[in-house]
Each structure stands twice: as C-alpha cells, then as structure tokens.
T-cell receptor
Framework: EAQVTQNPRYLITVTGKKLTVTCSQNMNHEYMSWYRQDPGLGLRQIYYSMNVEVTDKGDVPEGYKVSRKEKRNFPLILESPSPNQTSLYFCASSGNTDTQYFGPGTRLTVL | GENVEQHPSTLSVQEGDSAVIKCTYSDSASNYFPWYKQELGKRPQLIID?????GEKKDQRIAVTLNKTAKHFSLHITETQPEDSAVYFC????????????FGTGTRLLVSP
C-alpha cells in the first residue's frame, strides 16, 4: 500500500531535549516536505527536499533541521525544542504529479 | 513570496445547501491551486485542484473556479452532506517541478442534518 508514515504519532517532551520525528514514504517520490499546523495559521512549510542530499528552508525553518540521506526517509530534528514548537507536524511527499500525500501527523508537546 | 488568504474561517450550512469558500493569492506567477480536506484527527487529503490555464473544474458535487485577473479562486460544494463537515484548505504555488505550497488558514465547514 502506497503511504507516508511518521513516528512517533504523539510525543510529550521537555524543553531542550533533542528529538527526531521520522518520516518514510514507499512511493519512490523525489519530493518530501515538513509542515506544522497551528490553530488559525493553517499549514506552514518548515523544510523541503527535492531529492537525496538536496534540502531547503521553507517558511518557518528556525529551530528545525532535516536530512535526506535516503530517498524514502526525511527525518525532522529538533535539537533544542522549546514550547513554541508545540504543534501538529505533517510530513508529505510527491512525485512528478502535483499531488502531495500527507503522513498521519505527529502531535508534539514541549513542556 | 506568496501569501494566501482564505474566507470564511467557519461556515455553517444545512444539509442540501451549497457552500462556497474563497481564497485570494498575491503572486501572479502562481499557476497551481489545490484544495485539501482535513477531517477531524486526520491528515489533509487533496480533493480537487486547478491550473492557471483553466477557469473552472468540476468533480461530482465539488467545483473550483479561478479568476487570474483578480487573483482569487473558490471552492463550491453543492448538495452538501454531513460527511462534508471538515476543515478545508486552499493553497497556491508556482509549480516548477516541486510544490512549495503556501496554504490558506482553513475554513471549518459544518453541515447540519
């Protein structure tokens, strides 16, 4: 089954404790992206990747890192999480067509 | 960069009525306009999209219209059903091989039986 998976789905952590949210897709898509969703603000792009080892900042990249060492994986790294990074995070991928396929989301709470 | 505004933020209709959600965009170069539906606790899913070379597109009960001159596009849902209740997001981008989508802030649609 073609899909985008994210782990963990829920995470509660404390300020400053490094964490990684994984994202994987099995559709051989070149393009992957991370978004955060906050009430009243919609979906905002954090980082995106056009292929292996090619990444670029989106609209809200501060406090986040990404890597794209393999085509299928695009982890989101928070080196020192802060409470303002409490949010719902979505990974998405797309191929040569226009459609972006979203993962199930990761709800992160930073205390 | 691109900026997308979406209205209304909430919309309540009776089952069977029509619903219209409107978006405006700022970058006249944008050429791809998708609409996503997000049910409660679920991921956003594409429901319809339109390119700048088309003025209208329909898929059963949903349609999207695009006015390039005014830089606005709209989602129309006819004969609404309770299962249409969800948050709807519009987005815009200049499609250059990768979508750097800019989303609107969402419209919560509630369809009452």
């Amino acid at each position: 089954e073609a899909q985008v998976t994210q782990n963990p789905r829920y995470l509660i952590t404390v300020t400053g404790k490094k964490l990684t949210v994984t994202c994987s897709q099995n559709m051989n898509h070149e393009y992957m992206s991370w978004y955060r969703q906050d009430p009243g603000l919609g979906l905002r792009q954090i980082y995106y990747s056009m292929n292996v080892e090619v990444t670029d900042k989106g609209d809200v990249p501060e406090g986040y890192k990404v890597s794209r060492k393999e085509k299928r994986n695009f982890p989101l790294i928070l080196e020192s999480p802060s409470p303002n990074q409490t949010s719902l995070y979505f990974c998405a991928s797309s191929g040569n067509t226009d459609t972006q396929y979203f993962g199930p989301g990761t709800r992160l709470t930073v205390l | 960069g691109e900026n997308v505004e979406q209205h209304p933020s909430t919309l309540s209709v009776q089952e069977g009525d029509s619903a219209v959600i409107k978006c405006t965009y700022s970058d006249s170069a944008s050429n791809y306009f998708p609409w996503y539906k997000q049910e409660l606790g679920k991921r956003p899913q594409l429901i319809i999209d339109i390119r700048s070379n088309v003025g209208e597109k329909k898929d059963q009960r949903i349609a999207v219209t695009l006015n390039k001159t005014a830089k606005h596009f709209s989602l129309h849902i006819t004969e609404t059903q309770p299962e249409d209740s969800a948050v709807y997001f519009c987005a815009a981008t200049l499609f250059t091989g990768f979508q750097k989508l800019v989303f609107g802030t969402g419209t919560r649609l509630l369809v009452s039986p």
